[in-house]
Structure formats: C-alpha cells, structure tokens
C-alpha cells in the first residue's frame, strides 16, 4: 500500500525539478520584463533539437553538447531582444505579445521543416537505465533533471544577488527608470537577462529531450506547464519557481496514478485556471 | 429615399457589387476549388472580425476562439447523431459557445493583459482532454479521440454550405460596424485606453467586456459550425488546436489590428498563403509568422496602416465617398 503513493511521490518530485527548469526562463524574461515570453516553450524544444543536431553529427553526450548549446542560444536570447522585444516595447501593449506568437510561430515550422515532424529523443546509456530506492526503481534521467534543476536556481540566484550584472538586472525589475538614474544601461541589461533566459532553455531543453520524446509542435504545451509553475510559485521568485515545479509535478503524477494516464495534463489545465482565478499573482508573487 | 440616395457613394456601390458576386459564385458554374478558397475565406472573415472586435477594439487578447468553434461543431455533430436536425444544432450550438463564454468570463476577465492571454490559452487545452474523454453517444468505434461524423446532412449541396458561411462572414461584419458606432463602441475603446480610469467614470467594465466576448463567441461558434457541417466529420485534435488561432491572429494582425478593412486583406493573404504553400505546410506557416512579426515592427496597423499612409489612400478616399445622385 506504501508503494502505491510512495512511487507517484516521488516521481512527482523529480519531474517538478525538470518543470521548474522549463520555467524558470519564462519567470526570470516575466519578472525583469513583464512580458509573458509566448515563444518560451518553443525556445526550450529549439534548445532540445539543437542538442540533437549537435549529438547526431559531432557525436558528443547531450549534456556535453551544451558547451556548443549555451553560446548559441544565448547569442540566439540577446539578438531576439535586441532587434525584436525591444523594439516592439515602444510600440503598444500587446505588440510583445503578438511578436513572441510570431516567433513561436517560425521556430516551430523550422523546426518541422529542417527535421519533419517525428517524434525525437536524446537517447543515451544512462537516460534509460534506472536506480532503485528501496524496492522501488526509478529512471535516472529524472533524477539527473531534478539535479540540474536544482543547480541551475542555485546558480541563478548567486548569480541575481552576487554579481554587478545580476544584481543591475534586479535594479531593472524593481524599478526601471530608479535603475536609468543609477547609471543602469536598461536596453543591455534586458538584452542579458533574455539571453540569460534562453540559456536556462538550453539546459532545460537538454533534460527535456533526455526525459521525454518532443516533436516540433511540443512547445505548447511546455509553455502552458511552464506558465503554470510560475502562476503557481509566483513571478520573478527563482525558490517559488521550484516549489511550483515541484507542486504540478505531484498533482500530476498522482492524477495519473489514480485517475488515469489522460487527466495528467487535465489537472495542470484545471490548476492553472484555478488559481488565476482566485490568486493571479500566485502563491509565492509579491 | 431622399436620405438613402445621399448616402449612395460609389464606395457602397462597390461593396454591393462584391457582395452580389459572392452571393451568385457558386451557381457560376466556375472550378470547385474557386468556391472552396471563398468559403474558407469567409469562414476565417467572421472569426477574423470577432477577434479584431476583441483584441483591437477591447484589448483582450483572447487565444481561446478554438474552444468556440469547437463546443458549436460538436454540438451539431452530437446533435445529428441524437435526430436533432443540423440548423438546430447550429443555431443551439453557436448559444452554448455563448453560454460557456459567459461562464468562463468569470474566472478570466480577472486577469488583465498577458494574464488574460495565458489564461484564455489554457481553455482549448483542456477542452481537447475533456473531448477526448467524454463519449456522450456513438458506441465503441465513434467518438473521443476518433472523432463524430455529421449525419443527414445529405441534402445539402456545396452551394447551401457557402451561402451559410456567406450570411455569417455578412453578419459578422454588420455586427461589428454597428457595435462601433454605438455607445457600447465608445465604452469598449475606453477600456482598452484605460480601464481604470473608464471604471472610475461609472463604466461598468466587467459587463461591456461581457458583451463583445459573448457575440464573439456566438458568430465564431456559428462560423465554426459551418466549417464542420463542409468537413463533415469532427475530432478533437485539430479542433481545439492554436492553429485556429494562429490562423485568426494572423489575418487580423496582418490586415491590420483596429482596422475594420484589416481583417478582409489580411484573410485574403493568409487564404492565398495558404493554397499556394499548400504542399509545404510548414512554409506556409513559417513565412506567415515572419509577415506578422515584420509587420508588427514596421507598422502596428498592418497593411490597412501601411496603405493610409501613401497617397493612393486618400486619392481611394475621395473616389469611395463620392456621391453617385
């Protein structure tokens, strides 16, 4: 009977790390930006299929094609804030928003023309073996994603309080013309922090692949779990972002335990309309 | 007569003449494919309208417009199957889209901006689960993820079809012409420049945001009918898909957002798009997504924006409101 909950449990918890990495670029681009970056999810399966083309021709493991990974997408984050985002800031409220529609809308179709719209996966030797728990067996790639999410909020938050970029970006957030008087470069400052972003997609976009099959037209959903982790753990809050992570996968992995493998994503939906309904700035937001 | 034939300027004179041809296309006797691409286009004009009455008028940027067209075309397709003939189910479904978008206001019209977005995004989600789960009728081989056949339908030709779609691309327009001239118009377009301030003045906000989302979710649910009556067959996966939104978002945006031209150019873009890429689907998409994000920078008000700009636009001006008495 112990087993019954044990497993789902615990499952739960690792898949909230891999949904709190999904996010927490679509929490940092929110918090420092306002923006609710449509593009996000597409972004992380960019990330993934990068890493696939990198795997496929060079050889490499996934998690070492990062080195490749990381400076591309982060040259890919700067230049889409820079030459887009930027701009369309100045222009009306909802031009953001439609430019990052359209955006998703090209990296999407790239990607299913440059690698038709099978369903890939970054296999490697580990991601399908298993460690055991005591009589329990896991598989380790999502240990590997819980761990990587973990490293990567540590990092980002040492990164937001310690360093002079970091804590410009923070300035930035808070309060944006305060940051201007201070002598803060508000157009490169949120050139890095949507670099920044997309450099946690990459990461993001790695595990993805090592965990689960995507297709091109994966993002969606990724952006709706995504939104969810942030609605749920509050803007801008890199501890919140894990706990919301950590609380979606449990509800999802219960659900399917006990109310069958098609509620899964029901029971994010149902949760993400719930609480913006009654909180909006969510559970942990300011 | 006096005050009619006043207001007969050429540029009424040549949306009749439109109009006529449009009703008369399909007993032309042209190639099938012509009515096929103006009923598609129709089709896409109605909803196209709706939304720009939503995201240009109002300012809410609502991505669940699939969720409409889908509870319509599922109402009439259950409906068949139950011995409900097809008008009823269009007529009752297009209500029930209406219905379930006053129901769904309460929770979303808390949110403003990209909330509302986000918000509006999850609704066909989920509704695509629910539809796959629920199996009201049709045994073990039909319905959930297989899908509803539209019976007895039999009777109704491809003519029938397009002159239905015709009437609500008609409708659509006429609604929202009507909508911006009246007090409502003025109420909308104070929300979207502040809805704070309108609020403070005694607007009721939450109602008259009611409005425009419960008429847009009835003629979008009414064209989405119609679409499923011509496809004759329903299923959850396309149809509570962003593509009808891309689609929707696309010609408006294009068009030109808060235009009431923007919505014809820009479906007649996206329906030319759409035939010439056909067998590239992937580059119809990808060339449409650059259109709108090299639109939006260069002008918010999309082609309609672009062409007021020129001289040609008020040479246009004067030729439409020319009077012909």
Redesign the interface.
Known sequence: MTGDIFTPLVMGVLLGGLYALIAMGLSMVFGVM???N?AHGDLVILGSYLAYAVVTFLGLDPIVSLVICIPVMFGIGFAIQKY?MG??FG?????P???A??????I???N??LWTPLSRGLTTSYSLASFSLGQLQFPVSYLLDFIAAVIVMLALREFLVRTYLGKAITAASQNKRAALLMGINNNLVYGFAFAIAMVSAAIAGVFLGMTFPFTPTSG??F??IA?GVVIIGGLGSMFGTLVGGLILGICQTLAGTFLGP??Q??IV??I???I??IR?QGLFGR | MKALTQKLTTGWLLIIVVVVILVILPILNLPREWTLYCFLFLIYLAMSNMWNLL?GYT?L?SLCQPAFLGIAGYMVAIGTWVGVPWWAGLIGGAAIAGIFAILIS???F??S???F???T???P??LR??F??WKPVGGELHGAGAGYMIKEIGDLSMAHIYWMALAVALISAIVLHVILKSKLGLGLASIRDNEKAAASCGVNTFRIKVYPFVIGAFITGLAGAIFYIYQGYIEPAATFN?KWT?II?LAT?IGG?RTEGGPIIGTIIVVILYFLLARY???S??I???I??VI??IS?QGIVGIVRKTRFYSYLERFATKRLI
Do not use: C, K
């Open positions: 306002r923006l609710i449509l887009l701009r369309a222009i009306s409220g909802e031009a928003l439609i430019i529609f359209g955006i998703a809308l090209i999407q179709n790239s299913q023309i969606t959903q952006l709706i939104f098609a509620t994503m029901l939906y149902v993400v309309l719930v913006l309904a909006p | 995201a300012g940027i309460f929770p979303v808390r949110l901006g990209v909330y977005a986000i918000g995004l999850v609704v989600e989920a689960i629910i796959y789960l962003v891309m978002l945006v957002l689907a992937g580059f998409l990808l449409q997504g650059i709108l994000v939006m920078l918010p």
